[in-house]
């Protein structure tokens, strides 16, 4: 079993930045992909991005592309999520995920374990 904690959300003007964190229970947490995933009010859940279980490699959603970035520390099992230049569309439920796998994963299908979500909300 893997628990995952995000935190680090809150309210943000447009043009601002936030790092989001992700924090896993697991002693074993190098072994899983991470990924991120939003949901706005009424909208399917996203990918925004995913980042390997070493941290070598990572992949992020067009739409956030150059705004958003992925890391890792392995070290203090945790996931971020750095996010600059926000928009109002960025708004949502910010979620982890984590999943053992070869291959990327894009999907909300493709994780195994979630956390609860941390709400961003952007104003304009």
């Known amino acids: 079993q893997v628990q995952l904690v995000e935190s680090g959300g809150g309210l943000v003007q447009a043009g601002g930045s936030l790092r989001l964190s992700c924090a896993a229970s697991t002693r074993t947490f190098s072994i899983y992909d991470i990924g991120w995933f939003r949901q706005a009010p009424g909208k399917e859940r996203e990918f925004v991005a995913t980042i390997r279980a070493s941290g070598a490699s990572t992949y992020v959603a067009e739409s956030v592309k150059g705004r958003f970035t992925i890391s890792r520390d392995n070290a203090k099992n945790t996931v971020y999520l750095q996010l600059n230049s926000v928009k109002p569309e960025d708004t949502g439920v910010y979620y982890c995920?984590?999943?053992?796998?070869?291959?990327?994963?894009?999907?909300?299908?493709?994780?195994?374990?979630w956390g609860q979500g941390t709400q961003v909300t952007v104003s304009s």
């Open positions: 995920a984590a999943v053992r796998t070869t291959l990327w994963r894009f999907s909300p299908d493709g994780y195994d374990y």
